[in-house]
């Protein structure tokens, strides 16, 4: 993560006239015009806030798949309800974030009537962050959970072989007076957007990571990708979290596990399809009618303990310099994308 977060010199780009260039290279590469409004905003955003491991430098892999024919840049996902607060979203091949944003309206409707809905969404490529996904939620005074799985590249703990994905979860809450409360990680040591960059740009990652091709500990982010593998974060802990979103964003959505991602057919496909999952919840059926000013005095106190920074906050506060400021985006990486563009 420390390497996707120094991206902090470039050339300013206003944040609008990088969405509408993302949504260009979408169109002129086989999406739909609601797919490319959809990505082009969320993967801005990303950039914007500072998420660079799933900002523009992802922009040639969604490219990638789309042109090898491996996700369908045009698909029309269903939505079916499974009951009065469980809804199920194919997202028929397509990326995840217009599945979920076509069940999206009939979801809230659950989660008002229920106090609590689930959506599970399968066959869909997910290749971004996860706050977009729930931090608005937490905006409208609820509590969101997502999770995603994505394709094998860590191991067990102990184990020889990758079988997880690095699979994240995202948690967003709302806090009384502020912004929200979002933590969005991986269950893996780093994500593998973070690895990638650090092998581009020549840095070693951090000890304790990765494991080579022949399971050996390495701190040189080639040999984690050239058939090597990372750790999941915190050993067991984070094995049995990597676990649970396997069988949540997969076994319960219908989804691919990472480990049955094949896209060999598909060379320079680089989104893994495979299932994500919501639990969206209503929070004053806790019924304290107090909750984001508990939530408040939470935040309070671990502050007092000493925690200096809470999650989402460096994010926020890099949104409120980039939309002043623009976004800063190396030479090199705005040529390619107009290019991309066709520009
Ligand atoms: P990070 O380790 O960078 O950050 C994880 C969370 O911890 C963030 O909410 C971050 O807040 C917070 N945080 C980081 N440092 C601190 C600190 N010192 N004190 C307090 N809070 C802190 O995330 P990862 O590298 O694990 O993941 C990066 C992104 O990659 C995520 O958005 C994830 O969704 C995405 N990803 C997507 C995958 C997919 O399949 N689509 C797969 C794997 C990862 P803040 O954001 O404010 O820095
Ligand atoms: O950064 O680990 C990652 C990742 C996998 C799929 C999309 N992002």
């Keep these: 993560a420390a ?182 990680q991986a269950a893996s040591s780093m994500a593998n957007g973070d690895v990638r960059i650090a092998a581009r740009e020549g840095h070693a990652i951090p000890a304790g990571s990765g494991v080579d091709r022949d399971g050996k500990p390495t701190t040189d982010p080639r040999a984690v990708l050239d058939g090597g593998a990372l750790l999941p974060f915190g050993g067991h802990k984070g094995g049995s979290i990597a676990f649970m979103i396997e069988v949540l964003a997969a076994a319960l959505t219908g989804g691919k596990y990472s480990r049955e991602v094949d896209w060999s057919a598909h060379p320079g496909a680089e989104t893994p399809c495979t299932g994500q999952l919501f639990i969206v919840i209503d929070p004053e059926r806790g019924g304290t009618g107090a909750f984001a000013d508990r939530v408040a005095g939470l935040i309070g106190n671990v502050r007092e303990a000493g925690q200096d920074r809470m999650p989402g906050e460096r994010r926020y506060a890099r949104r409120t310099r980039t939309l002043r400021d623009g976004i800063p985006l190396a030479p090199a990486r705005l040529a390619e994308l107009r290019a991309l563009a066709g520009d």
Aim: proline share 7%.
């Design 3 to 184: 390497f996707a977060q120094t991206a902090e010199t470039g050339t300013p780009v206003a944040f609008a006239d990088l969405v509408a260039l993302l949504e260009r290279i979408f169109l002129r590469h086989g999406t739909s015009e609601r797919v490319a409004a959809i990505l082009a905003e969320n993967c801005a955003s990303c950039e914007r806030d500072g998420s660079t491991s799933h900002g523009v430098f992802r922009i040639p892999g969604y490219v990638g798949s789309l042109k090898s024919g491996w996700v369908d840049g045009r698909a029309e996902p269903t939505v079916e309800e499974a009951g009065p607060a469980f809804l199920r979203v194919d997202a028929a091949n397509g990326f995840t974030q217009p599945a979920f944003l076509a069940a999206r309206d009939r979801f809230l409707e659950m989660v008002r009537d229920n106090g609590v809905a689930v959506m599970a969404i399968r066959n869909s490529h997910h290749f971004s962050a996860l706050w977009p996904d729930v931090e608005p939620f937490a905006r409208e005074g609820l509590v969101a959970l997502s999770f995603v799985n994505s394709f094998a590249c860590v191991v067990p703990p102990g184990g020889k072989a990758a079988v997880y994905g690095t699979n994240p979860m995202a948690f967003a809450t709302p806090v009384a007076g502020g912004d929200p409360m979002v933590f969005d």
